[in-house]
């Protein structure tokens, strides 16, 4: 982001309105969200969104309004209503799930669909606009809009912080706390109320289709970085807001580049470097975690066959022949490596052409590191 793109941020009322809607947008979506990642409830996002589409065409239809108050509403309503009939099935049947939340999402959509495409077929020319909630437009948010998606938001986080103990105990072990007494069935129904919001203000910016990835992306991303809830919500959060405003600076930098597209790129990608680099879950720390472990087993395992052959060859000339160091290790193309390495720290020492032995402080480090179960001084 160079100096003049973060200038226009301040300057911009169109630039600076898209990117206070987008980053409050982010970060009730990805704080909100980490609970539904940590209870696997993560498509829940996806169908609560395509479950919202009938709900605006029906508050459109009775109000005649398209302001985002009524439309919201009126969104949340058949979210609600289709996250209550998801657990509604899963409750009273033997339909898994996945398979109830399928039903849902594509029988609600389907509708929301059909009743689109008739408010598209009237007369009047007011229901102009309604099909941007499938794929959002972040760029008509307007200050109406970005006060809408903050009130609510903000309603949203303040429930959460209020019910935060009941939350965490929802989330990780519900089972005790009904033998507690808490009323976990209501709490489940509140947290996916709240999620329910988080998803409904996003619509407009980021669509129906792309939602979801504000809910999971930013939770799966901060989930790598922390194992504590109190840091992963906030960081999810931050992680949502900073992805808002990068993509409306993004799409505000190119012509005809859609907002809401962009967002969701940048916020999958904090996912996957999250995924990749995370310093305790990240795939690439954990390969040099492991990288270092197999080069610290084969050290130990070079240092434990000189101990064993000059505890067989005590009272002999000193120095074994790294060949005989090579027939005993599983990995020979590894044992001259080891040995240099094990030279230069001052483990083992050279006692002729390619002779070693070990040296007083390799028996101690050796010594140290049984000790210890094998990890690496």
Not at 268 to 292: E, H, I, T
Not at 336 to 348: A, C, F, I, T
Request: contains cysteine; neutral net charge; hydrophobic residues 50%.
């Amino acid at each position: 982001m160079d100096g003049e793109v973060f200038t226009r941020i301040f300057t911009d009322y169109t630039l600076r309105t898209v990117a206070l809607g987008t980053a409050a947008l982010g970060f009730v979506s990805g704080a909100l969200g980490s609970f539904a990642v940590l209870r696997k409830q993560a498509l829940l996002g996806d169908a609560t969104s395509h479950a919202a589409l009938p709900g605006i065409a029906v508050a459109f239809l009775l109000t005649g309004s398209k302001a985002p108050l009524v439309l919201v509403l009126g969104a949340a309503l058949a979210g609600w209503l289709g996250t209550l009939a998801i657990m509604t099935i899963v409750g009273l049947s033997r339909v898994k799930y996945d398979t109830a939340l399928g039903m849902i999402l594509s029988v609600f959509f389907g509708v929301g669909l059909v009743l689109l495409t008739f408010i598209q077929r009237r007369p009047d020319a007011t229901q102009a606009g309604l099909d941007t909630y499938l794929f959002g437009q972040a760029a008509t948010l307007l200050d109406r809009d970005v006060k809408t998606i903050a009130g609510l938001g903000a309603i949203a986080l303040l429930a959460m912080a209020l019910l935060w103990k009941e939350l965490k105990l929802l989330s990780f072990d519900p089972d005790f706390g009904a033998t507690l007494g808490f009323p976990m069935r209501g709490l489940d129904i509140i947290l996916t109320s709240l999620i329910v919001i988080a998803i409904v203000i996003g619509l407009q910016a980021v669509g129906v289709v792309l939602m979801s990835a504000m809910v999971v992306a930013p939770a799966a991303a901060a989930r790598q970085w922390t194992d504590k809830l109190g840091i992963m919500v906030p960081l999810a959060g931050v992680f949502g807001a900073l992805s808002g405003v990068t993509g409306a600076v993004i799409s505000s930098s190119a012509t005809r580049m859609p907002t809401g597209p962009v967002i969701v790129l940048c916020v999958s990608a904090v996912a996957v470097a999250s995924l990749l680099l995370a310093p305790n879950r990240g795939l690439f720390p954990q390969w040099l975690r492991s990288r270092r472990q197999r080069h610290a087993v084969r050290k130990e395992a070079v240092l434990s066959d000189l101990r064993a052959l000059e505890e067989q060859h005590a009272g002999e000339a000193p120095g074994h022949s790294a060949a005989v160091l090579r027939m005993m290790a599983p990995n020979p193309a590894g044992v001259s490596p080891r040995l240099q390495e094990l030279s230069d720290r001052g483990w083992v020492a050279k006692t002729g052409s390619d002779e070693w032995t070990i040296t007083e402080e390799g028996l101690r480090a050796l010594e140290a590191q049984l000790g210890s179960g094998g990890d690496e001084r």
